[in-house]
Every structure is written in C-alpha cells, then in structure tokens.
C-alpha cells in the first residue's frame, strides 16, 4: 500500500554520534556547496540536515495512456540529456551524459545502469561539455551551465540562474570532485579580468576543445549579451598551459559561438556561429569562409561543423539558411579552403539542431530536419536526403557517432539518450534508470483509500500520473497528456477530478475519471501567458480555477468559460507568473507580475483582493527590488491571509521576502533571504502545518531549504537528495508527505509529519 503514513522519524538516543556520522556523509554526497549546519539536541534541527528523501522517477518511460495516440508516443520520454561523452581507452571504458540541470550521470558501454556519482565541488546548475585531458579518464575538463540557453535579452533567460555558466571546472579523480572555476581570464586589453565568472555572469560557455596535437593547448566559446544594449557579443578564449590561463583569440560582436572543432587531423581550427571561422595557425589569425563560398551572414541562423576521421582533411558545414529555409551541406574541396553546396533538406530551428558524421565512413551524415533525423548519403558521387527511422524522442539536442564503431549513432534528446546500430534504421533507448525528467509543475492528493497520487507536467514529456500501487518499487507512471506538460492541478475535494495545461498553446484540460479520459476545455485566446502559466485552485467550496495572461481569469465551470478580473487595469503591462489564493479565505487573492520576454519595462509587481477580485490594490511598495525582478513564487499562511511571503526570480541579492498588514492597513516587508544560496533563485514556496509548528519550505535552483516559524534563518532541507532545481512543492497533510518536482531529476518525496 502507498500510504507513508507508516513512515515515522525519532529522535536518535545518541544525537551527537549520530549527528558526527551524518555530517560526514553529507560532505561526501554534496560536497562542500552545503553549509552544514550546527546541530542541536533538538529532533528536527537534526532532521533539517539528514532528511531523508525517496525518489520517485519516472525512472523508466511512462505507459500510455492510449497506446494509438501518436502524440503521447512522440512526447513520451525520461528526460532531457545534453550530450554524451565517451571516456577511456578507445573510447570504450566509460560513457558520461551531460545535463542541463543535474550534474553529470555515468555508465559502462553496456548502458545497463546509469549512475549519478558524488560530484562534490560542481555548481547545482548542470554541465554543458566535457572532455577527458588522458586516455584513463581521470583528469576531465567540464564547462557549467545550459548549453542550449538561447539567452534572450528580453527574456528571463537573462536573468536565469541555470542558463548562465559558471567557468570551467576541472576534476582529477575521474569527475568525483571538481574545482572550478580553474584558470585566470584575460580581456581584450590584456588584463585579467577578476570577476570574469562572477555570478551574474550573463554568460554562455557552449563547447570546449582540446586541441589533439597538444593536450596542452584548449579552446572554448563563450557568448554573452549586454543587458542595455541587447547586443550578442561572442569570444573565442585560448588556453597554453592546461586551463590556467585564457586569453581571447576571436572576438565578434553581434555574433553567438556555439561551436567549435577541428578537422580530423587537427591542423585547422574552427568557431562556428552565423558563419565559419577558421585558423591554421592554432588561434593566432583567423579568417571568415564568409567569402569562400558560404552564404552571407545576413542570411543564416547557424552554422554547425562536424569532422571525420575517414576524411581527416576535410570540414562538413551545415547552414540553417533563413533565406531558403533549408538545412544546407557544405564540403571543402580536397587542399583547397573552398567550400561547395552538396546537398538541402527542410530547415530545423536553431535550438533543435544537430550534425554529425560516420567516423569510418564520411558519406553518413545525419543531422535533424524540422523535428526528425535524417542523412545525407553520397551515392555515385552524388548527394541525396534520406529520412532514418523511428522510435526515439521527437526534440534532438545533439547527434554523435560513435568514434569506436561504424554505423552506431546517439541521439541526445529532451526524453532521453537513444542509440542506432544500423545507421539511423531503428533505435533503442538507453534511458531506463536516468532519473533526468524536467518537471514544471505538480500536484497531489490523497485518496480516501489512504493512498498517494501524483501528477506532474514534464517538459517536452507530457503530463504523467502516478497512480497508486504497492510498495515503492513499482511505480507505474503513465503519461496522459503530450506535448510540454506544465501546471497540472487535482480537485481538493475530489481526487477523481484533475487540470492539465499545455505549454505552446495555452490549452486546458480536464480529467473527470482520475485521469484515464481527457478533453480539452476553454482557454484565453489572443492573449500572451507566461510560457508557465500559473494554474490554481481556490480552497473554498466552489472550486474557483485560476489562471493568469495579462489579466486574471477565473472559471466556476471547471474551464469551460472564463471571466477576467481586471487585475491589469490596476498593473499595465506585463504578465502574470504567480497566484495564490489564501487557504483560510478564499476571497482574498494575491497575484505576482513579471516581466514580459517581448518588453524592456519590468513589472515585478504584487497585487492582493479582499472581496474576491472585484477590488485590487497594489502592495509592491517595499519590496526591494521588485522594480526590476521577477515575482515567481506566493505563500499565504494557511491560518492568516493577512501573512504573505513572496520569491523572487532574477532578485540576486534578495531572494524572500514577507509581510504582514500593520496597524495602518499597510504591508510590512521584511527581507528573510538570509541561509538561502545568493546565487540561487526562489521557484516555489509551501507552507506545512506540521504538528504545533508551521513551517515554511522553498524550492531554489540548489534544492529545498525549509524555515520553521519565521524565527531562524533558511537551512538546507536536502539531505540524500542532490541540491537540483526545484520547481514545484506540494504538502499533502493527510500523509503528512512534502512532494518536490525538480526540473532535471524527476520528483521526489519526504514524510515530515
């Protein structure tokens, strides 16, 4: 039975023995990023540092819901992996996987356990490329950060904690602990620039290279954007002895460096953005392929270069032509710098792009048009588009032939890792046990039979439902929902009765029969949401839904028809990323705004009802830097809606803050950031009543951290969870079970009655 209620905490007889044994565990789980945290003789001071947490998955792919539905096949997957990475001798000792959120993940070629080692040292933020400096795979080399991060200067991206890169970290005992970030970097005029990764960086380190004619020499990419002028700028940085020293060796203005390579025999290198630049020399000039038969900058989104060792002298090219909206192949001719156009197909966009080739035979080319896998096939000495087939997840981050055999391909994807072994014919997937499923939103209740359900929206992996069954090791996830998964929500009152929200068209849906049936219900058309769009239910009796765009709407019919609330009257632009309605009374409403990805005006303001939306007023004045912040996250104490506590996203230095009405009817902001990471954002906060305390629990880009009745400081509530991104928190106080979602390692569950 899926109860937990079974599962209880006590006080261990010998709390000081216990507590030494439990800080040195922890040191060796996450390192030295948690501050561990002086323990006291009190039970849950303990428990606050030696939580235990039960991982949930989905560990394996989800059943479908409806095996004929081509859209749940599409969208059904584990999770997103960022690129794969083959470390040893030969390449075929051991196989790394990058993250965008959640570390590093580990396997033998057999891919038949995947494994998350202790990595203490790397920031809680991902990696995103990784390259051994020996051929035993002890010493790596690993750039932080999400390498698909489009950084949109008028986006939050901007501002987003995961996106940005933190430096280069290097490791020496096979990536168990790192140091980072390693090496002095120098600007363009010299010096060393001292606070160069700095958190905010507002940088992206996308690829790195060790140059294979000398371990010695390194290169890595980094683009930025300045926040004023919202120009892209990108640098090219050098290396001589090994990552202690970086220098600039290319700099571009309007310009994005998200590749970089060498031709198989490493005599040329190259940087790729909206075209291609190359140098003989290891870095010293430089010159544009612009003018040696690539099309004109004008014209191109991207530019992606890939090599084969079957053709050590030669530089593949494909160009994502806006102009021609093709995917177009480019060859250099045999001792000439010229390139030719061999071969199109359709275009893909820029951020699901991907290009590799056969490293025993050149004329295998894959690379993803629209949304599938296809090659370019030499044949006769002509050149022609073949589709491969299906079977792995629809969104393709990165392809890679296997440097160790013919034919084999990898297909790095937002549902997980898949492998061809016939080049590109049929596929496996290689993703069972990866743990790596990026949640947006979750909800849970518990049914009268005593047991938990839970349901989550998974980006580019639907929705999912975790239905109850016995005991914790046979989780039976199923997905009922395609698409990106955002916000779901269950009836408090009926569990039977459940909301489901889409990404990309701002569609509702509805479960009237514990999520086996779905139809699509009423949405706001024709005006622009959060892309996640906050989704709620009222405590009180009528079972009022919410939503948020520019306005506030609400539904008395389970989203059938929506009404607006005219927040937006009172706030002007800007777009709503945050609802709560108070437990204790329904009436009384508070909507957080943030700023629109389309607008340079910002709008991080706080607005509250007290007779059920018909009157708002704006209660921003006093929180610090909510004039230039985002609001992500609203708690109403359960038993005062007068007590609000709100998070910031992009707050940097003040990530919480809470007030209460005083005695003139105005609000009292108090800044309780104090014990939470600085460079941490706030995604979700969650009040528990638990026992004769109220406790307060917040989902950060470093994990969970809880503060009990306001009187101390924040403290790290992760204990044998990893510090991953947190994005959604629900306390189910009929188990007394705290439920998070992360985005990068499935859910997760803890008892903290």
């Not at 518990?446 to 989780?475: F, H, M, R, W, Y």
């Not at 009836?491 to 779905?518: E, P, Q, V």
Request: a neutral charge; proline letters at 5%; aromatic letters at 10%.
């Amino acid at each position: 039975m899926f109860t937990l209620s079974d599962r209880t905490h006590s006080c261990f007889p010998n709390i000081k023995s216990k507590c030494s044994i439990h800080e040195s565990i922890m040191r060796n789980i996450l390192g030295n990023k948690i501050i561990l945290i002086l323990l006291s003789l009190h039970c849950f001071s303990f428990l606050a540092i030696a939580q235990h947490w039960q991982s949930l998955g989905p560990l394996t792919l989800p059943q479908l819901n409806d095996s004929t539905d081509r859209s749940l096949q599409q969208a059904n997957g584990i999770g997103r992996i960022g690129a794969i990475r083959f470390i040893g001798k030969n390449n075929k000792s051991r196989v790394l996987l990058c993250t965008p959120y959640n570390y590093i993940r580990e396997s033998d070629r057999s891919f038949s356990q995947w494994r998350m080692p202790v990595q203490s040292g790397l920031p809680a933020i991902g990696i995103a490329d990784l390259v051994a400096m020996d051929k035993k795979g002890r010493k790596l080399i690993a750039v932080t950060g999400d390498a698909d991060c489009g950084l949109d200067p008028n986006g939050p991206a901007m501002n987003s904690e995961s996106c940005q890169s933190r430096g280069v970290f290097s490791s020496v005992d096979g990536g168990k602990t790192w140091k980072g970030p390693i090496g002095r970097w120098y600007k363009n005029d010299g010096n060393v620039d001292t606070s160069f990764w700095n958190y905010p960086t507002l940088k992206v380190a996308r690829r790195l290279l060790v140059d294979p004619c000398l371990k010695s020499r390194m290169f890595v990419v980094v683009f930025t954007c300045d926040p004023k002028t919202h120009q892209f700028v990108s640098t090219a940085y050098r290396s001589l002895n090994r990552g202690k020293d970086w220098y600039p060796v290319l700099h571009i203005p309007d310009e994005i460096f998200k590749e970089i390579g060498t031709t198989a025999d490493g005599r040329t290198l190259y940087v790729a953005g909206k075209t291609v630049y190359q140098s003989h020399d290891h870095g010293n000039n430089w010159e544009s392929l612009t003018q040696k038969g690539l099309p004109p900058v004008g014209d191109v989104n991207r530019c992606l270069v890939a090599s084969s060792k079957a053709a050590p002298n030669k530089l593949f090219v494909l160009v994502l032509n806006n102009k021609t909206k093709q995917n177009e192949l480019y060859i250099n001719e045999a001792k000439c710098d010229s390139l030719r156009k061999v071969c199109s197909a359709t275009a893909s966009p820029e951020w699901r792009s991907a290009f590799t080739i056969d490293q025993f035979n050149p004329s295998l080319i894959y690379f993803t048009a629209g949304n599938r896998i296809n090659r370019f096939e030499q044949k006769d000495k002509s050149w022609r588009t073949v589709p491969v087939g299906t079977g792995y997840h629809d969104d393709v981050h990165e392809l890679l032939a296997d440097p160790s055999y013919c034919g084999r391909l990898y297909a790095s994807t937002d549902g997980g890792l898949f492998m061809s072994s016939d080049s590109g014919r049929s596929w496996i997937n290689l993703s069972d046990g990866l743990n790596t499923s990026e949640c947006w939103g979750i909800d849970a209740c518990t049914e009268n039979s005593g047991q938990l359900k839970l349901i989550a929206g998974l980006q580019d992996c639907g929705t999912v439902l975790l239905k109850p069954v016995d005991g914790l090791n046979q989780l039976n996830w199923k997905i009922v929902r395609g698409g990106d998964g955002m916000q779901p929500t269950i009836d408090a009152d009926n569990c039977r009765i459940m909301y489901a929200t889409d990404g990309n068209n701002n569609l509702n849906h509805l479960s009237m029969d514990g999520g086996d049936h779905w139809k699509t219900s009423n949405s706001i058309r024709n005006e622009k949401a959060e892309y996640l769009r906050p989704f709620v239910q009222s405590s009180g009796d009528s079972g009022r839904i919410y939503t948020g765009y520019t306005d506030l709407y609400y539904s008395d019919d389970k989203g059938y028809h929506w009404l607006p609330m005219h927040v937006k009257d009172a706030a002007g632009n800007g777009l709503i990323g945050s609802i709560a309605i108070s437990p204790s009374d329904p009436n009384v409403i508070y909507v957080g705004y943030t700023q629109p990805s389309w607008s340079d005006e910002v709008k991080g303001k706080l607005f509250r009802s007290i007779d059920g939306g018909v009157h708002w007023r704006d209660i921003s004045a006093g929180l610090r830097g909510a004039a230039w912040t985002s609001i992500s996250a609203i708690a109403v104490n359960p038993e005062n809606p007068n007590l609000v506590v709100v998070g910031f996203r992009g707050g940097w230095s003040v990530k919480a803050m809470s007030a209460t009405i005083d005695q003139t009817g105005n609000f009292k902001w108090e800044d309780i950031s104090a014990g939470l990471p600085a460079d941490a954002d706030v995604n979700c906060l969650e009040f528990a009543p638990v026992n004769d305390r109220l406790e307060l629990y917040a989902g950060t880009h470093q994990g969970v951290f809880r503060m009990e009745h306001f009187k101390e400081n924040w403290q790290s509530f992760n204990g044998d969870m990893p510090p991953v991104l947190i994005v959604g928190l629900k306390y189910e106080s009929h188990s007394g079970t705290l439920v998070a979602g992360s985005h990068g390692a499935g859910l997760w569950m803890t008892h903290i009655r």
